[in-house]
């Protein structure tokens, strides 16, 4: 299936921040959605407006708790890209 401009410009941004840490690896067992709180999106930098879904999920990073927030489609890409990581790391 073909990607959107988007998905294209996103994934390059997702395994970076994967693979210097800025991102978790693997997707946490818990995601919370709601209504956009106007706080940057933890892929895309843009904030998250309230007329969007907000995925927003408690991740440790360097044993630190940080609280992320995704924009759909960037929550959608990142856990692509984990998957993907995940894969290429069992072959």
């Given at each position: 299936?073909?990607?959107?401009?988007?998905?294209?410009?996103?994934?390059p941004i997702a395994r970076e921040?994967?693979?210097?840490?800025?991102?978790?690896?693997?997707v946490p067992s818990k995601i919370w959605g709601g209504p956009g709180s106007g706080q940057?999106?933890?892929?895309c930098d843009k904030p998250i407006r309230h007329e969007e879904v907000e995925?927003?999920?408690?991740?440790?990073?360097?044993?630190?708790?940080r609280q992320l927030r995704f924009?759909?489609?960037?929550?959608?890409?990142?856990?692509?890209?984990?998957?993907?990581a995940q894969y290429l790391k069992s072959l």
């Open positions: 299936m073909p990607l959107t401009q988007l998905e294209a410009e996103l994934r921040r994967i693979a210097k840490g800025q991102l978790p690896r693997e940057p999106c933890a892929l995925y927003e999920l408690e991740v440790h990073i360097d044993e630190n708790a924009h759909l489609v960037c929550q959608s890409v990142w856990q692509l890209e984990c998957a993907r």
